[in-house]
T-cell receptor, first 112, second 110 residues
Framework: DTAVSQTPKYLVTQMGNDKSIKCEQNLGHDTMYWYKQDSKKFLKIMFSYNNKELIINETVPNRFSPKSPDKAHLNLHINSLELGDSAVYFC???????????FGPGTRLLVL | RKEVEQDPGPFNVPEGATVAFNCTYSNSASQSFFWYRQDCRKEPKLLMSVYSSGNEDGRFTAQLNRASQYISLLIRDSKLSDSATYLCVVKSGNTGKLIFGQGTTLQVKP
């Protein structure tokens, strides 16, 4: 059984488009996260939700809007995509904040 | 200065070798420490937590030196399957925010 799943796995789109990435975890965890891994391989946290409540919001352009309909799901919507948004986006979850995190397989976004 | 620094490598070692990676962190108030492993084009996976007294899991040993603010990972008897990028991870504050190092790439050769 997949613990943390993301869709889609690959996303190729044009500049200016709007796209969404979905994440679901079946681990019963309370906290979920979005990370961005750029071409230099740095993993940077973008957002964190605890039980549907936003608790971490890093310096991310407001074109990025997370939504957590319930504690098992955390989606990421991106408006007006730019070339610099090309990266791998990982969703993760943990039992609670500060505990080890479990990652989804990643969504590889390429903006042309 | 980056909050978590690692030598990116690559470290090229023969099978059976012992290899050690170090990682330094800048925030002395950091609370928890982990090593993650990331294979090429895959997600990071938790390898082990790092405890103050040091801990061992099979061929892997993790050590923490709070005074010098560094963490180490020792891999004994390297296997080909150990080839991956090893990420040093530090938790700062109470929000559960994890800071990831750039990673150290290990290539184990036959």
């Amino acid at each position: 059984d997949t613990a943390v799943s993301q869709t889609p796995k690959y996303l190729v789109t044009q500049m200016g488009n709007d796209k969404s990435i979905k994440c679901e975890q079946n681990l019963g965890h309370d906290t979920m996260y979005w990370y961005k891994q750029d071409s230099k391989k740095f993993l940077k946290i973008m957002f964190s939700y605890n039980n549907k409540e936003l608790i971490i919001n890093e310096t991310v352009p407001n074109r990025f809007s997370p939504k957590s309909p319930d504690k098992a799901h955390l989606n990421l919507h991106i408006n007006s995509l730019e070339l610099g948004d090309s990266a791998v986006y990982f969703c993760a979850s943990s039992r609670r904040g500060g505990e080890p995190q479990y990652f989804g397989p990643g969504t590889r976004l390429l903006v042309l | 200065r980056k909050e978590v620094e690692q030598d990116p490598g690559p470290f090229n070692v023969p099978e059976g070798a012992t290899v050690a990676f170090n990682c330094t962190y800048s925030n002395s108030a950091s609370q928890s420490f982990f090593w993650y492993r990331q294979d090429c084009r895959k997600e990071p996976k938790l390898l082990m937590s790092v405890y103050s007294s040091g801990n061992e899991d099979g061929r892997f040993t993790a050590q923490l030196n709070r005074a010098s603010q560094y963490i180490s990972l020792l891999i004994r008897d390297s296997k080909l399957s150990d080839s991956a990028t090893y990420l040093c991870v530090v938790k700062s504050g109470n929000t559960g925010k994890l800071i990831f190092g750039q990673g150290t790439t290990l290539q184990v050769k036959p």
